[in-house]
């Protein structure tokens, strides 16, 4: 219908009543100005993936979905983790990715760690085909030829080769006794994620790989309630866990965030392999 691709009448009727998001037409011209998107995402921040031209990756509106923090931010830990996820930010993609980064932005122990999401950052590459595992930048200044450094600040710009920039967090990581999680959808790793995962080996650093059987993190109400879950529990569990037992396990730590229920009722479309709970990365 006509009236779903209105800016003033979508943004009334989403203020309403958030179901009406599903109406919205996510291909009208709308999602091209900056100031229907900012609106959109403080009311549903996965709506990001929707903007048009640069205002996905937009500081301003990435910083109302909640998907990327100020440096004005206090956190109450000193460690600082990194997220590897597949890029999540444009319409052909899941939100599988940005679902997980705003789960760990509200998690109770997990939201007090400063948190590096590649998919808000930098997206320029030194690589012509941006995660070809053959090139062999792995983010060190010495083989990366768009290692740039912000003037001031002298860390990652906008500028700067992705994978320099997420080696330069994963070696804070390491540094402050952090960790990198990363979030492996139910098609498997990403290419991208396939080199992240050399550059965690190569820095040492201690990696959880969240695994599942489902599209969803979690499932609610448009479920049967003996179906419900809220797999983003089970990786907020077994950091913690991490961390009560002095940070003395270092092997890559497989962690399910599934649905269980679902494998065992419903077999064949939700079964899954399980992991043994740690390997060498």
């Given at each position: 219908a006509p009236m779903w691709s209105e800016k003033d009448f979508v943004m009334s009727m989403v203020k309403l009543n958030s179901g009406a998001f599903e109406y919205v037409d996510k291909?009208?011209?709308?999602?091209g100005e900056k100031e229907f998107v900012l609106a959109m995402v403080k009311l549903n921040g996965l709506s990001l993936k929707y903007a048009s031209g640069d205002l996905n990756q937009d500081s301003d509106c990435l910083r109302a979905s909640s998907l990327w923090h100020s440096a004005k931010v206090t956190y109450s830990r000193v460690e600082k983790a990194t997220l590897s996820v597949k890029f999540s930010l444009s319409h052909s993609n899941s939100q599988y990715a940005s679902d997980f980064a705003l789960a760990m932005s509200?998690?109770?122990f997990l939201k007090n760690f400063s948190t590096y999401n590649p998919?808000?950052?930098?997206n320029d590459s030194c690589d012509p085909d941006f995660?070809?595992?053959?090139?062999?930048?792995?983010g060190t200044a010495q083989i990366c030829t768009k290692p740039d450094l912000a003037p001031g600040s002298k860390r990652p710009c906008s500028t700067s080769c992705w994978r320099f920039a997420f080696r330069f967090h994963l070696d804070e990581s390491k540094a402050t006794n952090g960790f990198l999680i990363q979030v492996e959808e139910k098609q498997g790793l990403g290419d991208g994620q396939d080199i992240e995962t050399e550059m965690a080996r190569q820095v040492g650093l201690k990696v959880f790989r969240t695994y599942t059987n489902i599209e969803e993190l979690q499932w609610g109400d448009d479920f049967a309630k003996e179906f419900h879950f809220n797999g983003f529990d089970a990786i907020s569990k077994a950091v913690k866990e991490w961390y009560d037992t002095g940070c003395i396990n270092n092997y890559l730590e497989n962690v399910f965030v599934g649905n269980q229920i679902a494998a065992d009722r419903i077999r064949g479309i939700f079964s899954f392999k399980e992991r043994p709970r740690y390997e060498q990365l």
């Open positions: 291909q009208a011209p709308m999602w509200k998690d109770p998919n808000a950052w930098c995660t070809n595992v053959s090139h062999p930048c792995r």
